[in-house]
């Protein structure tokens, strides 16, 4: 079983949708987790974090749910801009740097 | 955020020649650097935790002798394709953590290596 699974879609999206990613992790003692984009041949960036308590930045809503073992995804709203690879990715230990990375789901809004 | 540069962008070389990537972290001190190799249409995968001032530690199925890391100041990381053949042809991305612990990386922009 991989460490970080994600559909990898393509999920093709009509502009001003919305669309939630699934993303589940194998090992119990994850601390932390974030969602990652990566563009097209670019390096990945930063999209945020996510908290146990669920958390929003905008139009991009996060959850964890640590009994499942699985973390989400939520945008609302979508734009063109937002058509990219979406990577979870879980960190093991607090203070381990070391990122373990799903395999990316492809997302394109269309117009 | 912080800021991680990486050279060269690009590179194509001749099977059997050696390339080196550099990766440095322009704003702030790294005691540790990653590296990645990312292969078309797949993940990004850990090929070894580069220390500033010691050995990497390799990930398993990755040749320490092949892929040569040097890190020899708080800013700077180095890897060395030796011997490149085409199945090395990847993209490489280099990450530091902005603080000593944190578990943020920011990546640098990646060196996409072809080899012929």
């Known amino acids: 079983r991989k460490e970080v699974e994600q559909d990898p879609g393509p999920f093709n999206v009509p502009e001003g949708a919305t669309v939630a990613f699934n993303c589940t992790y194998s090992n119990s003692a994850s601390q932390s987790f974030f969602w990652y984009r990566q563009d097209c041949r670019k390096e990945p960036k930063l999209l945020m974090s996510v908290y146990s308590s669920g958390n929003e930045d905008g139009r991009f809503t996060a959850q964890l749910n640590r009994a499942s073992q699985y973390i989400s995804l939520l945008i609302r709203d979508s734009k063109l801009s937002d058509s990219a690879t979406y990577l979870c990715v879980v960190n093991i230990a607090f203070g381990n740097e070391k990122l373990t990375f799903g395999t990316g789901t492809r997302l394109t809004i269309i117009p | 955020g912080a800021v991680v540069s990486q050279h060269p962008s690009r590179v194509i070389c001749k099977s059997g020649t050696s390339v080196k990537i550099e990766c440095r972290s322009l704003?702030?001190?790294?005691?540790?650097m990653f590296w990645y190799r990312q292969f078309p249409k797949q993940s990004l995968m850990l090929m070894a935790t580069?220390?500033?001032?010691?050995?990497?530690?390799?990930e398993q199925g990755v040749e320490k002798d092949k892929f040569l890391i040097n890190h020899a100041s708080l800013t700077l990381s180095t890897l060395t394709v030796t011997s490149a053949h085409p199945e090395d042809s990847s993209f490489y991305i280099c990450?530091?953590?902005?603080?000593?612990?944190?578990?943020?990386?920011?990546f640098g922009p990646g060196t996409r290596l072809t080899v012929l």
């Open positions: 580069s220390n500033e001032g010691s050995k990497a530690t390799y």
């Open positions: 990450s530091a953590g902005g603080t000593s612990g944190s578990d943020t990386q920011y």
């Open positions: 704003d702030f001190q790294a005691t540790t």
